[in-house]
């Protein structure tokens, strides 16, 4: 796997060998071979257009929904939610946001602009590019049923924009034209709508709050629901509810959430992710399909 020569002022952003467990809501995770941390937009470019073609690249924004082994992550890892910030509004109906603004901002700064439906996204506990990668959703509310266009960055270093008819697009999947690209932005089409108000994205936070185990380490919603059912009901009819390995467990208060008790191993959550999905099968008949992610190399 080849290195990159990078310009002098992106050597300082580049760290080798960083915890993986630093950047993830599961707090678990090995090394990173390169961790990058662009300034801007520019940044990110260059150093795509150095990295050689057969280095491995994983974008990151807040960490959620995303399992590194403890082995850690060959190649590089881009952090986006510094340098893709921005977030305006383009017209009377539609917002330009970039890749690694957290989805609550795009929430709370809808509402502002009297935008909707975008309160859903008040739920997506992680940023636009990650919802744009797996069409997160939350409160009925879906990211792409919003999407207008994007701009998307090649392993070159090239910049497009595609629309969004270009996307196969599914309940928590997407399936891109160009496997290798990474988004920096949408355009994000909204209904004009004076009278929403502040306090009910606080009365959904408060739903969440109290049927979601905030506050806890823990990855997100760790399966999709299976057609006409949810994964929480499924677990926990199968007596899975606080089942522990290790330092992970299934969470009391919402079952298809794994928790980090603050010893856990990313082996242990993988581990307890199995160990679900096969008890699930055998009891009802249903194989779950994890929403969160799972990267990087298993220790020997």
Not at 125 to 139: E, K, R
Not at 229 to 241: F, M, P, S, T, Y
Request: hydrophobic fraction near 40%; proline fraction near 5%.
């Amino acid at each position: 796997m080849g290195t990159p020569v990078l310009a002098a002022d992106l050597v300082p952003l580049v760290k080798t060998g960083e915890p993986m467990s630093r950047h993830t809501s599961w707090h678990v995770g090995g090394p990173a071979q390169m961790y990058f941390t662009p300034r801007d937009r520019r940044d990110l470019t260059r150093f795509l257009a150095a990295l050689p073609a057969n280095v491995p690249v994983l974008w990151l924004g807040l960490g959620s929904n995303l399992l590194v082994r403890d082995g850690g992550v060959r190649g590089a890892v881009i952090a986006t939610n510094s340098a893709l910030s921005g977030l305006e509004r383009e017209s009377a109906e539609t917002v330009y946001c970039e890749a690694g603004v957290a989805c609550a901002r795009i929430a709370k700064q809808c509402v502002k602009w009297g935008l909707g439906p975008a309160e859903f996204f008040a739920g997506i506990p992680g940023t636009l590019g990650g919802a744009l990668a797996m069409n997160a959703g939350a409160f009925g509310g879906e990211t792409w049923s919003h999407v207008v266009s994007v701009e998307v960055v090649g392993r070159s270093g090239r910049e497009h924009t595609r629309a969004a008819g270009e996307y196969q697009v599914g309940y928590r999947n997407v399936r891109a034209p160009a496997p290798d690209e990474g988004f920096l932005a949408a355009t994000l089409r909204f209904t004009r709508r004076p009278s929403v108000q502040a306090h009910e994205i606080r009365a959904l936070l408060e739903k969440r709050k109290a049927t979601q185990p905030i506050g806890e380490w823990s990855g997100g919603s760790t399966f999709t629901n299976p057609p006409g059912d949810h994964a929480a009901r499924l677990i926990e009819a199968a007596g899975l509810k606080g089942h522990r390995i290790g330092g992970a467990s299934v969470s009391m208060k919402h079952a298809n959430f794994i928790i980090n008790h603050g010893d856990a191993t990313a082996a242990d959550i993988e581990a307890l992710i199995l160990h679900v999905q096969a008890v699930v099968k055998a009891k009802a008949g249903v194989t779950l399909t994890p929403e969160v992610r799972i990267v990087g190399e298993a220790t020997s």
